[in-house]
């Protein structure tokens, strides 16, 4: 590409159910990125049940009729999936670069003529945000070029929760060889700031879940327990690795107590199982044990587990932000697991197919991505 000509540049933003938020960034996004020319804003609406249809008619029709907004719309999925709406609307995109914009972020002005600019120097490179300094709200902010997005396949599909899926996407991106260069420039990475339950709303796990509960084991591990709607259960051994073995000498300075996170799950690994409710008494099935959660008498929300001859008390969570923790930490959990096994693994590409979807395209036709 000469250095005359301007790369394409597509920013790409999913939503659903977070208009409200759509509504304050995209009208900016799009008057702060218009002089680049060369640029254009695709909406995935993600089946969102609010009123996204109604603005995007409303305010935004003028966008489209100049091809400076391109608005597709899925009515297929009943929850939310990070990786499945990113790789959607990346594949309804056009341009030669993908920049990642969540419906909460603002873009920054003259953010386009940055991206061009950076890609011009250097055309075997991704631009991302350093999490060590760059707000929460903004680590998704990405952009790729778009035929190395199609060469690793996109985000990973068999992460189903939040978050990881875009670290995943680096990894993957430098062992094609790419380095990755942080977008350093605060101008270029503002967001609104919300809370997890917002982050979570749309989400199969926050919905479907039915319980949860927590036992202390020692001073740095506890048990969890979660109990999901559809009747399977999912146990394991939460770990704050900054206590784990905290009495051993080699603990005992600060260099030998730094962690990637601060919390694990034993062995990478859930037991998963089949639960039901009789009256009171809840009864998982395991492989090889029936467990069976009794309510203990006069302790409100605490309930007595018993395997055999072993018994261990489980306290229910009720507080709502306790619940919010868990289902974020079961969420980020999986999908971190999956991001760790595909590094160990040195995986470019991880989908068969991708971003598969049927779509209705600026209120007009339907496009199969298939």
Request: net charge negative; aromatic share 12%; hydrophobic share 35%.
């Amino acid at each position: 590409m000469s250095s005359e000509k301007k790369y394409k540049i597509s920013f790409c933003t999913v939503c659903m159910n977070r208009t409200h938020h759509l509504k304050l960034t995209l009208p900016k996004n799009i008057k702060d990125n218009l002089g680049y020319g060369n640029v254009e804003f695709v909406v995935l609406n993600y089946n969102s049940q609010d009123d996204l249809d109604e603005w995007i008619k409303e305010e935004m029709m003028e966008y489209i009729e100049k091809g400076i907004l391109v608005y597709v719309k899925t009515e297929e999925p009943e929850h939310f999936f990070m990786s499945h709406s990113k790789n959607v609307v990346a594949r309804a995109a056009t341009g030669d670069i993908l920049c990642n914009i969540d419906a909460d972020n603002y873009a920054g002005k003259g953010f386009a003529n940055y991206i061009d600019k950076q890609y011009k120097k250097n055309q075997n490179i991704y631009l991302a945000v350093n999490k060590e300094t760059a707000p929460r709200d903004c680590y998704g902010r990405i952009c790729i070029l778009r035929d190395d997005f199609l060469k690793i396949k996109g985000y990973d599909e068999s992460m189903l929760g939040y978050g990881f899926e875009d670290f995943d996407l680096r990894n993957r991106l430098e062992l094609l060889g790419r380095k990755g260069l942080y977008i350093t420039n605060i101008d270029f990475l503002q967001a609104i700031s919300h809370k997890d339950t917002e982050r979570l709303q749309s989400e199969k796990n926050a919905i479907s879940t039915d319980r949860f509960f927590i036992a202390h084991l020692n001073h740095a591990q506890s048990s969890l327990l979660y109990l999901f709607e559809d009747g399977t259960s999912y146990e394991g051994i939460i770990t704050m690795n900054r206590l784990l073995n905290s009495m051993a000498t080699e603990n005992l300075f600060p260099e030998n107590r730094m962690f990637d996170y601060p919390n694990s799950l034993w062995q990478d690994c859930w037991n998963k199982s089949s639960w039901l409710k009789e009256k009171e008494t809840l009864y998982i099935k395991d492989k090889e044990d029936d467990l069976v959660l009794t309510p203990l008498e006069k302790e409100q929300h605490l309930f007595q587990l018993t395997v055999g001859n072993y018994t261990q008390v489980y306290r229910q969570v009720t507080d709502q932000e306790e619940s919010n923790n868990l289902i974020m930490f079961f969420s980020q959990i999986n999908n971190r697991i999956i991001m760790k096994q595909n590094k160990e693994a040195k995986k470019v590409t991880v989908n068969q197919v991708f971003g598969q979807a049927v779509l209705s395209k600026n209120f007009l036709k339907d496009v199969n991505l298939s």
